[in-house]
């Protein structure tokens, strides 16, 4: 089964709906006790906080209207700072933002305030209360809370539509997923020459088309270790399927069936909580459309690939040519083969070296970026990134180098050529 925080991140739906639940549910726990507790204590609660049932329908009729407009205004923002992300930065930076934990938990306190001033005001009816009520203070308690929620969100929003703010978010989460896979590396990590699985026993077949999402691969050594089998992951996460394509193999020598296809998911979109491709995709979107024609903002691109350097030279840590991961008793359980390590660099970098021929200065941060990514790796990664680096030069549109820009970029390359234990390459 998935993680209940991935669930909640998936299904934007069901944070608003659990503080509506609990609206609902405040707003009949409100409504018993006017009914059933205030008419026999209200001789010890301050008067400030009971109103007259007419005094409560008015000012919960005030509150319900004004929440409504409130929780029109912020969705229509939400839409807006949708429509700006998919303009400005790339078509798959909505997600970071319509996702966030700020937004959901905003978009559920706003319906959850409407909701309860709503049933309260329904609630509210002469003939049932012969005292004044709590349930019109408690609505009011509710808005102010909801007015101190919006001036958060509007400097939250003010902050997220900055490009800086967002290149942190996908970092972030391109790095977590970096110490997602490291931990697990520490703690069950085996040699590839150890892998020797038994007798194949027969594979498991996607159940139906689309994009791999998540692999659970902590609870697959379980279930190998229980199973007295050992498993092979045969796709990568974001990696499409089709319908009946062998996704895993199961080894084993023991009769008992492996139930593995709850612990894979399969979905209609690619997502970031797992699968390092796509979030350095999202990463370089961004670059790529700083320095589209219509923009011509190399600065943000440049910015963007130096740190970018620090996730691909920690990504070289990983052992892209397989991770097998062990069970308590040190047996081999799972074989998880994740992108070739020269695929990784190739595809973060292809796009942006073709966009960027004639701008030297992006080419300058690209030696900057995989310097740094050199500086971090381990020593077995640095052919692939020198390599990279003749690729790259290899799309610079020469002509339009002037001669401070030939010698700036040369000692770029001089200095990975060192990093990297390779004799410096003169730029023709």
Sequence with gaps: MKPVSYLFKEKIWITPALYSIGAILLSLGAFYLDLLVIGKIDDYIPSIFL???EDGQTILGILTAAMLTMTT???STVLVVLTMYTSQFSPRAPENFIRSATTRHVLGIFLGGFLYNMLSLLYMQEEVFGHEVLSTW???VIVFFCIATFAY???FVATNIQVSTLINKLIGDAEKVIAYYKSLYDQKHATLE??????LEGTVNAEKAGYVQ???LAELVEIAENGQAEIEVLVTIGDYVFEGKPIM??????PNKVDVNEKILIGDERTAEQDLGYAVQKIIEVAIRAISPGRQDPNTANDILIRLGHVLGEMGHLMTDGLVLADEAGHNRLLYRFSAYSDVLYKAFYQIAYHSKKDVSVFIAMADSLIVAASIAPEMRHETIWKTMQYILES?????????????????????AALTGHEKTNIV
């Design 249 to 254: 193999k199961i080894h084993s020598n023991s």
């Design 396 to 416: 610079l549109d020469e002509g339009e180098l002037k001669s401070l820009d030939r010698e700036f970029l040369q000692q770029k390359v001089d200095e990975l």
């Design 138 to 140: 408690i609505g009011i």
């Design 214 to 216: 998540f692999i659970d």
């Design 51 to 53: 109103t007259k049932v």
């Design 73 to 75: 205004f912020t969705f």
């Design 153 to 155: 969100y509007i400097h």
């Design 194 to 199: 150890n892998w020797k699985p038994q007798t």
